[in-house]
C-alpha cells in the first residue's frame, strides 16, 4: 500500500446524523470530549420582501471531517518532539509513546484533527484505521455511514472520479495543508472563507 489515500465526502447526502462520529468513537473507544471525527453544519441566509410578501434565501449543509492526511500537513511541521509523522503509507498519525502533550499539533491543524485525551495524557488523532485498510477492508466511519456519504480510497482514484474540490465553508483553503480530501458539494455550499454563513454548532466540533 504505497499510493496516498484520502477522504471523499458527499456533502449532498450528508443528513448530519453523526452515525460516522459515533461509530468512531466506539470503534477507538474515545471518552466524550474526544472526537476524532466531527460534523461540521454551515448555515446562513435570511427573509428578503418581494413585492407584498417575504421569501427566504436560508441554507444549510453538513460536511463530516476527520483528520485529512494531508500532503503539507501543519501539525507535523510544529511537532517539537516528532511524534507527528507521516508515515511510509502517507497516513499522518503521533507516535503516543513519544508525544509530550504540548498540544501544538492541535493548534496548528485547521480541520482540529489532532485530539489531547486527559486520560492518556497525550495527543491522539484519527490515523485513518490504519489497520483495517491494511486488511483490504475500509475505515469503520465509511462502513457505518447510512447513506453512504463517505468513501476512502487512493487519492488519484477519488479525485478522477469526482474531482479536486475540497474547498468548501468552513473548511480553511486547501492550498493551507493540501489535505487527500474530495468534496462533492451540497446544492448550498459556500466556498471557502466565504461570510454569509456561519458554524451553527460549535460546541460539537
Known sequence: MSEQYGFYIDSDRCTGCKTCELACKDYKDLPPDVNYRRIYEYAGGDW???????????????????????????CVKVCPSGAMHKNADGFVMVDEQTCIGCRYCHMACPYDAPQYSVVKGHMTKC???????????????????????????????????YGELANVAPLPAARDTQPNLVIKPNKNARPSGDSSGFLANPREV
Open 127 to 161: 490515523d485513518g484505521c490504519y489497520s483495517r485498510v491494511k486488511a483490504g477492508q475500509k475505515p469503520i466511519c465509511v462502513e457505518s455511514c447510512p447513506l453512504r456519504a463517505l468513501d476512502f480510497a487512493p487519492i488519484r482514484e477519488l479525485r478522477q472520479k
Open 48 to 74: 428578503q420582501p418581494n413585492g407584498n410578501c417575504w421569501q427566504h434565501n436560508v441554507f444549510a449543509y453538513y460536511l463530516s471531517i476527520a483528520c485529512n492526511h494531508c500532503d503539507d500537513p501543519a
